[in-house]
C-alpha cells in the first residue's frame, strides 16, 4: 500500500446457526450498499465461519477521519446486523499498516486470520519487518490472493489477515508461514496468539 493508511472495522457476530445464510443475506443485500455508499468507504467484505456460526462483516475506510464518522453513521445498522444473525457481536478496528492483492479472492476463498500482539513501542519495528522479510516471501506464492497486516498500534494488538483461492493453496504455504512467524518472533518481538479460519462470501476492498 502506498501513501497513508486504510483502516478497517470487523464486526465480528457470534450468532444462530439456524440463521447463517438469513444474516449472510442481509448483509450482502441490505448493509454492503449503505457501507458502500457511506463517504471515505474503500470496500464491504462478507466471510463466514467454517463452523458455520461466524459471520464477519469488515468495512474498509480511506482515512481515520472516514472510519471515525462511520461509528455514528452506522451505528444503526450493527444493531440490525445482530438482529439478523441471532447472537452478540464485537467490534474491532485496525489499521492496514501493509496490504497487498494478486487477484480478487472469489466465494469460497479461504481467509486465515492470524492474530499477534506485540509491545506498542516496538509497532513500527513489526510493520518495517513484515514489509521487508515477509512480503517479499509471501508476493508470487502460488493460490495467494492477498495480504493484509492489521495493527491497533495503541494496544498492540493486530493480525495478518491471508486470502488464498483454495486450502490446497493455503497448506502448501503452510511450512513457509511458520518459518515468517518465527522470524517475525524472534527479530520483531511479534507474538502470533491464534489462526482463525473463514471463508469469502464476497470483496470489494480496495488494495493495491
Known sequence: MKGKPMYVRYIIVNGDPAKIDSSVEYLEQAARPRVEATAGNKGFVTLTGVEARITVAGSYWGNAEALGASRTALAPLREEVEAAAGGPLSVEEYEVALGFRQSIPARGAVVRFSRLEVEPAGADDAVVHHREETVPRLKGAPGLCSFQLLLDRESG???????????????????????????????????????????????SVQLD
Open 157 to 203: 494488538q493486530g493480525m495478518v489477515v491471508t486470502a488464498w483461492e483454495n486450502e490446497r493453496a493455503a497448506a502448501d504455504f503452510w511450512p513457509t508461514a511458520q518459518e515468517l512467524r518465527t522470524q517475525a518472533t524472534e527479530r520483531a518481538g511479534v507474538h502470533y496468539t491464534g489462526i482463525e479460519h473463514f471463508s469469502m462470501v464476497h470483496t
